[in-house]
C-alpha cells in the first residue's frame, strides 16, 4: 500500500464514539463539540433485552445484511427510550443509517486475521476461545498475513463491499486494538513472561501485529475515500496497559504506538478507566496525539497540562452509572470539567441494570455543566 496520506491534513482532534451494540472508539471531531460532552454507550445483552429476538453471535457480525437491519431496530429503540438528547450512535440517523462497519467482530479483527478462533455470543461481543494460544515456535516464526490472500480478510472487505452498494456513504471504523491487546489475545499470560525471558519474542510478534494494522486499516481507508469518507487517523486501546510497569510499556508498546502516530495523520490512545499517571508521561511523548482517556483515579489536571492538544475523555464506568447517587455523579461531572475540561465523558457499556432515567439525568447535567462553562470566557 501506498503512504500517500501519511500526515495529511491539519491536526483534528479525536472523540469518543459508541455505536449501537459496539465497544467505543474513536472519529474526527467537528470542532463544535460541548465543553463536557457526553458519550453514551449499551452492552448487546442491554439491545438484546430491548429487543427479543435479536442475536449477536456469529450472523451479526459475518450477515451485513443482517446486521444493518438490526442496527436500524437499535436506532430506533433508542431515539423511542430517549429521544435526541442522548446522542446515541450519533452517526446513525434512524430513518437513514449509514455505519454499518463499526462493532462488526468486536475487538478480534486482528487476531482472527492471524487464525484466533472465535467464541461467538448470542448476547456479548465475541471472545477468543480460552486456551487457544500460539506457543513459542508460531510466535518465533511469525510473519504479518498477506491481506490479498487471507480469506478472514477477504470475507470482511465482502461486506464492505456490501454495505458500500446499499449506503449513500460508507461509514465506520474497524476496532484495530493495540499491539498489547491482541497480542495478549494470540499469546496469553505467556506475553508477559516473554517480556522477561524472551524479549525478542515479543518485539517479533508485536512487529508483525503493528505492520498487519497499518496495512489493515490504510486499505479500508482507501475503500472509505471512494465511497464519501476520508479518514486518516488511528487509535490504540491499551485496555492492559496497567498490567505494564511504566518501564515495560516505554520498552516493548510505546515504540509501536509511535509507529502508528508517525504513519497516520493523529492518533487516540485509550487507556479503559484505569489510573494513567504512571503512563501519561510517555502519552505526551508521542507526536499528534488526538484524543486521550483515563479514569477517575488519575490525576486529571496534570493530564491536561501535559496533554493540552488533546480531546480528553473520562470513562465513567457502568458501576457509577449504575450505582452512585445523583449527588456523587454532581461532584465526579463538576469535578471532571474544572480539572480536564474540555472533555468527553464516556459512559460506556452500560447493563440494564441502569435504569433509562440515570441515562437522561447525566445528559442533563453535561449540558447544564456545559453551558456554564461555554458562557464563561476564555475556555481553555
Known amino acids: 500500500m501506498n503512504d500517500a496520506g501519511k500526515h495529511s491534513g491539519p491536526f483534528t482532534q479525536l472523540i469518543s464514539y459508541i455505536a449501537h451494540a459496539a465497544p467505543a ?32 453471535g456469529e450472523r451479526w457480525h459475518t450477515d451485513p445484511a443482517y446486521r444493518a437491519d438490526s442496527v436500524i431496530d437499535m436506532a430506533k429503540a433508542t431515539r423511542r427510550r430517549f429521544g435526541k438528547r442522548a446522542h446515541i450512535g450519533a452517526l446513525q440517523d434512524p430513518e437513514q443509517p449509514t455505519d454499518f462497519i463499526t462493532g462488526v467482530f468486536g475487538a478480534l479483527i486482528v487476531p482472527a486475521l492471524y487464525g484466533a478462533p472465535i467464541w461467538w455470543q448470542a448476547r456479548d461481543w465475541p471472545w477468543t476461545e480460552h486456551g487457544q494460544h500460539l506457543n513459542d515456535a508460531q510466535v518465533d516464526a511469525l510473519e504479518p498475513p498477506d491481506l490479498d490472500n487471507n480469506a478472514f480478510w477477504q470475507a470482511f472487505m465482502e461486506q464492505v463491499a456490501w ?31 516473554d517480556m522477561v525471558e524472551n524479549p525478542a519474542r515479543v518485539q517479533q510478534l508485536f512487529a508483525c501485529l503493528a505492520a498487519t494494522m497499518i496495512d489493515g486499516a490504510r486499505r479500508l481507508y482507501a475503500v472509505q475515500a471512494t465511497h464519501g469518507v476520508q479518514l486518516n487517523h488511528f487509535t490504540v ?10 518501564s515495560f510499556y516505554a520498552r516493548f508498546v510505546l515504540p509501536y504506538d ?4 508517525e504513519e497516520f495523520a493523529v492518533l487516540g490512545i485509550h487507556n479503559c478507566a484505569w489510573n494513567a499517571d504512571p503512563y501519561v508521561p510517555h502519552y505526551a511523548s508521542i507526536p499528534n496525539v488526538a484524543y486521550v482517556d483515563m479514569g477517575l483515579d488519575s ?4 493530564a491536561k497540562t501535559a496533554l493540552p492538544e488533546a480531546r480528553r475523555a473520562l470513562m465513567y464506568t457502568p458501576m457509577d452509572v449504575a450505582n452512585k447517587s445523583s449527588t456523587q455523579i ?8 474544572r480539572d480536564y475540561g474540555p472533555c468527553d465523558l464516556v459512559c460506556a457499556d452500560i447493563d440494564i441494570d441502569a ?17 456554564r462553562y461555554s458562557s464563561q470566557s476564555p475556555i481553555s
Request: contains cysteine; negative net charge.
Open 25 to 56: 472508539t474513536r472519529r474526527p471531531a467537528r470542532g463544535d463539540e460541548p465543553f463536557l460532552r457526553p458519550e453514551i454507550g449499551f452492552t448487546p445483552r442491554w439491545y438484546a433485552d430491548a429487543l427479543p429476538g435479536l442475536d449477536f
Open 163 to 193: 454495505i458500500a452498494r446499499h449506503t449513500p456513504r460508507l461509514d465506520g471504523f474497524v476496532n484495530w486494538q493495540s499491539v498489547i491487546n491482541s497480542g495478549y489475545r494470540l499469546r496469553g499470560e505467556a506475553i508477559f513472561t
Open 237 to 246: 486501546s491499551n485496555c492492559l496497559v496497567n498490567m505494564l510497569s511504566p
Open 258 to 261: 509511535h509507529m502508528l502516530a
Open 299 to 302: 490525576n486529571l489536571a496534570a
Open 330 to 337: 454532581r461532584a465526579d461531572l463538576e469535578r471532571i470539567a
Open 355 to 371: 435504569p433509562d432515567s440515570r441515562v437522561l439525568e447525566i445528559v442533563d447535567l453535561c449540558e447544564e455543566i456545559s453551558e
